[in-house]
């Protein structure tokens, strides 16, 4: 009772609701929203810090700035359902929402003027001519009956995976140890149907969540990059809970040391043994992996994370 009567006090503000209302439509820094709602910056990092303390905002921090986007599980179903009562064309909202808007296009256009610049602005399952589509089709088929809860893509780069798997997913985090590549992602997860959806920067092997914290964790073309490819599935299998499942997409082992040489691969792709053992050493159980044929075949490992596993 205490914790719901705390969220609901932080709430009945205006300038908190108007935070709230914000951060459903994406991940917005104190500076954006000085700019949006017109208001001083000590000021707001009041209002921020009291809506943080109670859990209805999460901050993260990437260098210089401290991003603000609305907390996963309860307290964000909480957040939602006050904010559906809220009319649509309510005026000080309405001019929030434009203002926001147009600060989510401009930093559109300064990331991907930057990506050009550096040569960033690209997939690399396109980057190699792999069949996308049917690997996002196969992932998708992997994924349990239902709907999903709390999913983790480790390494989400311009977080294309996130908005594939956003009609299916309760909650969906990014991360990324690229600031460069995180502002892209945010672009793209500030078009509608993706506000539940969010990214952070974090290192693979040290994420930023607690044990047992989501359902479904993927790296997608992350762990040929990884110089411990061990250390990155034992951190991602820590975050899921029992019964959760880890999907990881990558390149088959193959001979085409100019692709390894030309975009920094540590390794030449993997061998499913080599996989199994590692889904095992980290207390997943594996099933047989699935194969998406191309000019580099694609394999969709995936495992099991079993209660004992975890209690162990």
């Known amino acids: ?40 910056q000590p000021r707001l990092s009041r209002h921020l ?33 006050l904010l559906a009562r809220l009319p649509e064309d309510e005026p000080t909202l309405a001019a929030d929402r434009r203002q926001g808007a147009r600060v989510l296009a401009e930093r559109a256009r300064v990331a991907s003027e930057r990506f050009r610049r550096q040569g960033a602005d690209w997939d690399e399952m396109r980057a190699l001519d792999l069949p996308a589509g049917a690997v996002e089709a196969a992932l998708l088929d992997l994924l349990p009956t239902g709907p999903l809860g709390a999913v983790l893509d480790i390494g989400t780069g311009t977080g294309r995976l996130l908005e594939v798997l956003a009609p299916h997913v309760r909650a969906g985090v990014g991360v ?14 500030a078009r509608p149907g993706l506000g539940h959806c969010s990214v952070r920067q974090a290192d693979m092997y040290r994420l930023p969540f607690a044990d047992a914290a989501f359902d479904l964790a993927v790296l997608q073309m992350v762990l040929h990059y990884a110089e411990d490819p061990a250390g990155a599935i034992a951190e991602a299998a820590r975050v899921l809970r029992p019964g959760g499942e880890l999907i990881v997409v990558d390149l088959a082992r193959h001979r085409r040391a100019d692709i390894v040489d030309r975009l920094a691969h540590r390794w030449p792709g993997f061998e499913d043994e080599a996989l199994r053992r590692l889904f095992a050493a980290s207390g997943l159980a594996a099933f047989p992996p699935v194969i998406v044929a191309g000019p580099l075949e694609v394999r969709l490992w995936h495992g099991l994370r079993a209660a004992a596993a975890l209690a162990a």
């Open 1 to 40: 009772m205490n914790r719901l009567l705390t969220a609901l006090r932080a709430t009945a503000e205006p300038t908190r609701l108007r935070l709230l209302a914000l951060a459903e439509r994406g991940a917005f820094c104190v500076l954006d929203l000085t700019e949006i709602l017109g208001q001083s």
């Open 49 to 81: 810090r009291l809506l943080c303390e109670a859990g209805l905002l999460e901050r993260a921090r990437e260098g210089a700035n401290v991003w603000f986007s609305l907390a996963g599980g309860e307290a964000g179903s909480l957040v939602r359902d």
């Open 176 to 189: 990324d140890a690229s600031r460069a590549m995180l502002a892209l992602a945010r672009d793209r997860l």
